[in-house]
């Protein structure tokens, strides 16, 4: 991982000193581990000349459309699958005619720049967009999307360049706008395993994997791995706020893709007003209380430049965003109402950084550095806000339209960055062709 990281950033040939085992669960071992693993290692990286060198040459890189492989479905898959070009499931094998019917469905020049992807700093063009999305299964209608995406992901915002961290980052999509309607892209119930939402999330992946160089075990260091890149789109007819799209200042007649990340997916509590209090209060208390729970507290709190890599993208099903907005609540009452009140008692907060982030200070040391505001200078028992700004918190309608779920996702270290969909000249009549069969 450090010598990608370092190969990034110019450095070729790092070389590194590495500790044996997991730091942060040694205590008595590191001083010994220090002097008789990597003092030597230090002290030859130091002072040897580097071994195998070579002559230096690069490769001769090669041409976009060369055929690398001629062979039978199996015989593809297994070449691809020995090069880790695959994310170990079948591929469809990139032919030069199928990617030729994906370019239709794009303005740009097969061989143009959308972006540089880090860490392999490698340029993402549609040419080799469309390889990868044939391989995910994609249809050439959904190549407008994933240039989007790539374009987000790309942009520095993003963040791109820290997801290979192990606590398992992975990154998702989220559309907005007519074409959800124009591609049959799922919004309702189990989205993210319908239509072509898969597909879709699938190229995504293998783009970060082939282009922007990011594989498991070598720089992409999840510990237990990831599930695959996923798609969401917001269900715009059942929400009774503003689609996530026009709450960013686009026009709701634009597509546009949301190109996120999350380190939590799991259980999707249910809401339910009880006796004593409405369905509204009673979702807004859950919600606050998932958010204490799901994310790392110590960087949730965090303020400064990297606060909004700390994002927490709030899913709700059509029947919890309506009985909120029912009780007169918008989006910005409820992020405001989970500012205020998602909170944890100071003591709580200072546990999960002792013994979940060792390497953290104290609150008090945070706030003499500025991370953490003077709000955090009170008595363990007191209770203090476990979000920065309300403006961290994202909501995006879409799931079971009869369910009364919520799911919370945390970045952790990207910021969600959203780009318009730009669909080639004669995109209706593409569309219709593509309806057809």
């Known amino acids: 991982m450090a010598l990608s990281a370092a190969k990034a950033a110019g450095v070729e040939g790092l070389r590194v000193a590495e500790y044996p085992g997991a730091v942060g669960v040694h205590m008595s071992e590191i001083r010994e581990m220090i002097k008789k693993v990597l003092f030597d290692q230090i002290v030859a990286a130091l002072t040897e000349p580097e071994k195998g060198m070579g002559t230096g040459e690069k490769p001769t890189p090669r041409s976009p459309q060369e055929v690398i492989f001629k062979g039978t479905l199996e015989e593809v898959n297994q070449f691809f699958f020995q090069n880790e070009w695959t994310d170990g499931l079948a591929i469809i094998p990139p032919s030069l005619e199928g990617v030729e019917k994906f370019l239709r469905y794009t ?16 340029k993402a063009v549609p040419l080799n967009l469309a390889a990868n999305a044939i391989m995910a299964g994609c249809r050439p209608e959904h190549l407008p999307i994933l240039i989007a995406a790539v374009k987000a992901i790309g942009d520095a915002h993003y963040n791109l360049n820290n997801i290979g961290t192990t606590w398992g980052v992975v990154p998702y999509l989220l559309i907005n706008g007519p074409i959800i309607k124009q591609l049959g892209i799922a919004r309702q119930g189990q989205l993210i ?65 949301t190109a996120g990340a999350t380190i939590t997916w799991g259980w999707p509590p249910s809401p339910y007003s009880r006796l004593d209090k409405g369905a509204a209060q009673s979702t807004l208390e859950l919600l606050g209380e998932d958010i204490t729970k799901k994310p790392c507290l ?12 700390n994002m927490v993208t709030l899913l709700l099903a059509p029947p919890v965003a309506k009985s909120l907005a029912a009780a007169g609540y918008s989006k910005k009452d409820v992020k405001e109402y989970l500012y205020e009140n998602a909170r944890v008692p100071l003591q709580e907060l200072e546990w999960t950084m002792k013994y979940g982030l060792p390497e953290v200070s104290t609150s008090k040391e945070r706030v003499q550095s500025g991370l953490f505001s003077e709000d955090y200078l009170v008595e363990p028992r007191q209770r203090v806000r476990v979000l920065s700004s309300p403006d961290i918190v994202h909501i995006v309608v879409c799931g079971d339209p009869n369910r009364n779920r919520i799911m919370t996702l945390w970045s952790g270290y990207v910021q969600p960055v959203t780009k318009p969909i730009e669909p080639p000249i004669h995109w209706d009549d593409l569309c219709k062709k593509a309806s057809s069969g």
């Open 107 to 122: 303005n740009y020049p097969p061989e143009e720049e959308i972006a540089t992807l880090p860490q392999a700093n490698r």
């Open 193 to 257: 395993s319908k239509g072509p939402n898969p597909a879709i999330g699938r190229a995504l992946g293998l783009i970060i994997r082939n282009i922007a160089g990011y594989q498991p075990g070598k720089n992409y260091m999840g510990t237990f791995g990831y599930p695959l890149v996923f798609t969401l789109a917001e269900n715009e007819d059942e929400s009774p706020w503003e689609p996530f799209h026009v709450e960013h200042g686009f026009d709701r007649g634009v597509s546009t893709v």
């Open 298 to 309: 110590a960087r949730l709190a965090e303020r400064g430049p990297k606060a909004m890599r």
